[in-house]
T-cell receptor, first 112, second 113 residues
Framework: DAGVTQSPTHLIKTRGQQVTLRCSPK?????VSWYQQALGQGPQFIFQ???????QRGNFPDRFSGHQFPNYSSELNVNALLLGDSALYLC???????????FGPGTRLLVL | QQQVKQSPQSLIVQKGGISIINCAYE??????FPWYQQFPGKGPALLIA?????SEKKEGRFTISFNKSAKQFSLHIMDSQPGDSATYFC????????????FGGGTRVLVKP
């Protein structure tokens, strides 16, 4: 039974560029949440997708957007990258929005 | 506004000892309190969780103690092992908000052999 998978594992971008990160949820899960984890800090909630719609959003600017596909996989897009966007981006999946969240290994983004 | 405060930031314990990590929250609407364990280069893994209708939950060497009136909860790791060396995060969420997790700042635990 595959757990949550994320791609790519690492990514290097320059300021102003755009990036797309991908997440496949655990088998049987239908909800995907995205978190940003800066070095040495706890994860911060970005947003949650369920039934292909954004259901909850944390305190992140509109440069952060997402999408959920019919197969429940999800993408996180970040436009106009800033140095401060350098972080580990974590995807978590659950069975329904209220379900227990299981995290993937994350994508390490470095913005130069 | 940091809604979940975690202490200490780091902890060194001898093999066989007890590791204790404390968290305090502000929002009384929180109704789910999980603890996650994270190894370097990995995502957080759910360790144990508690709801506010119980004061203690034990799973193997891991115990959560919960004090609703004080708005505090703690993780006890009994008989700590070198393999327990990791960063531990407390978190809180509420069903009404789709269980979005609010994390503490983390505690780096080092278990010395």
């Amino acid at each position: 039974d595959a757990g949550v998978t994320q791609s790519p594992t690492h990514l290097i971008k320059t300021r102003g560029q755009q990036v797309t990160l991908r997440c496949s949820p655990k088998s049987g899960h239908d909800t995907v949440s995205w978190y940003q984890q800066a070095l040495g800090q706890g994860p911060q909630f970005i947003f949650q997708y369920y039934e292909e719609e954004e259901r909850q959003r944390g305190n992140f600017p509109d440069r952060f957007s997402g999408h959920q596909f019919p197969n429940y996989s999800s993408e996180l897009n970040v436009n106009a990258l800033l140095l401060g966007d350098s972080a580990l981006y974590l995807c978590a999946s659950s069975l329904a929005p209220q379900g227990t969240q299981y995290f993937g290994p994350g994508t390490r983004l470095l913005v130069l | 506004q940091q809604q979940v405060k975690q202490s200490p930031q780091s902890l060194i314990v001898q093999k066989g000892g007890i590791s204790i990590i404390n968290c305090a929250y502000e929002n009384t609407a929180f109704d789910y309190f999980p603890w996650y364990q994270q190894f370097p280069g990995k995502g957080p893994a759910l360790l144990i969780a508690i709801r506010p209708d119980v004061s203690e939950k034990k799973e193997g060497r891991f115990t959560i103690s919960f004090n609703k009136s004080a708005k505090q909860f703690s993780l006890h790791i009994m008989d700590s092992q070198p393999g327990d060396s990791a960063t531990y995060f407390c978190a809180a969420s509420m069903k009404a908000a789709g269980n979005k997790l609010t994390f503490g700042g983390g505690t780096r635990v080092l278990v010395k052999p």
